[in-house]
C-alpha cells in the first residue's frame, strides 16, 4: 500500500511538471514604417521605371492623410524625373525635393502600396543617386529611410553600319554608310573598312591606317535619326581574280551600343579578270 502511495505521488508530480513546460512563441518583427522596390538599378535618360512603396503604420494612433514620400539623397528628385502615373494613390505630387503620393488615413498596424512610374528628364544629371524614402502624415511622420541607389546614364545609341560597292574597270568604289538609329546621340564613331591583300589601295575619305589594308573611318558626333557616309576606293592588279570581300565593321563609340547584330558589314566583288570586276 505504501508503494502505491509512492506511484500515485509521483504520477501526479510528473503531470504537474509537464504542465508547467513552457512553449516558445516565435516573435515577428513589425513590418518598416516604410519599404520601396525599384524596378532596375540604371536608367536611362528619357526611358521609364517604377518604384513600389509600401507604408505601415506602427504608432498606436491613425495617421491622418499619409502620404508615401520618395527623394533623393541631397538632391532634388523632381529636378531628375517627371512623375508619369501613381494610380493607387488618392493625390500625387511633387513638394520641394520630394515627390508623394496620398495614401488617405492609415490605423494603427494598417499599410498601404503605392506604386510610382517616372519617367527620367532628357536634361537630369548623369551619375549615380542614392534613394530615400518616408512616411508622412498630417499628425505625424515616421522618421526618413535610405533606400538603393539608382544610377542615370546617357540613352544608347544603336549604330548600324552598311557596305555597298561600284566597280569601273579594274576599279571599285567602296561606300561605307553609318547610321544611328537611337535613341541617343552616338559620339566618338570609328568604323574600320579593310580590303582584300590582292587589291590595291586608291583613296579614301577616311585615313588610312599607314600602309595597311585599313582605314579609319571617324566621325565625331551622329544624333538619333542621323546618316553618314565615307568612301574608299580600290584597285585590281594584273593578277587579280576571282571573290574581293571587303568589310566594315564598328569599332568604336559612345555611349553603349545595344545591338552588336548590325556593327559590321561586307561586300562581295568578283574579278574575272583584272580589267573585268563586277559587285
Known amino acids: 500500500m505504501h508503494a502505491l502511495k509512492l506511484f500515485r505521488a509521483a504520477l501526479v508530480t510528473a503531470v504537474a511538471g509537464a504542465t508547467l513546460v513552457t512553449v516558445p512563441v516565435t516573435a515577428h518583427a513589425a513590418p518598416p514604417t516604410s ?57 500625387c505630387d511633387t513638394l520641394g525635393s520630394s515627390v508623394r503620393a496620398g495614401t488617405g488615413d492609415v490605423p494603427p498596424g494598417g499599410s498601404k502600396t503605392i506604386t ?26 515616421f522618421e526618413i529611410i535610405d533606400g538603393p541607389e539608382l544610377t542615370i546614364t546617357d540613352p544608347a545609341a544603336d549604330v548600324a553600319v552598311s557596305l ?7 576599279k571599285i568604289t567602296y561606300t561605307i554608310g553609318v547610321t544611328n538609329n537611337g535613341p541617343g546621340t552616338a559620339t566618338g564613331v570609328r568604323v574600320v573598312g579593310t580590303f582584300p591583300a590582292n587589291l ?30 565615307r568612301t574608299l576606293t580600290v584597285q585590281a592588279g594584273l593578277l587579280t581574280i576571282g571573290t574581293l570581300t571587303t568589310t566594315a565593321q564598328r569599332t568604336v563609340s559612345a555611349p553603349a551600343d545595344p545591338v552588336a547584330a548590325n556593327d559590321k558589314a561586307s561586300k562581295v566583288c568578283r574579278a574575272l579578270t583584272w580589267l573585268v570586276v563586277s559587285c
Request: hydrophobic fraction near 35%; aromatic fraction near 6%; include cysteine.
Open 35 to 91: 519599404a520601396i522596390e525599384v524596378s532596375t538599378t540604371s536608367v536611362a535618360r528619357g526611358e521609364t521605371f517604377t518604384i513600389k512603396q509600401t507604408v505601415y503604420n506602427s504608432d498606436s494612433g491613425t495617421v491622418l492623410g499619409g502620404k508615401a514620400t520618395l527623394y533623393a539623397k541631397d538632391a532634388m528628385l523632381p529636378d531628375m524625373v517627371s512623375l508619369v502615373s501613381c494610380p493607387e494613390a488618392t493625390a
Open 116 to 141: 510610382f512610374t517616372f519617367r527620367v528628364k532628357d536634361d537630369a544629371p548623369l551619375g549615380t543617386i542614392q534613394l530615400q524614402h518616408q512616411f508622412v502624415g498630417e499628425n505625424f511622420s
Open 164 to 170: 555597298s560597292g561600284k566597280a569601273s574597270g579594274a
Open 200 to 229: 590595291a589601295y586608291v583613296s579614301t575619305t577616311c585615313a588610312r591606317v599607314g600602309s595597311t589594308r585599313s582605314v579609319n573611318c571617324d566621325i565625331a558626333s551622329l544624333a538619333s535619326g542621323e546618316s553618314a557616309t
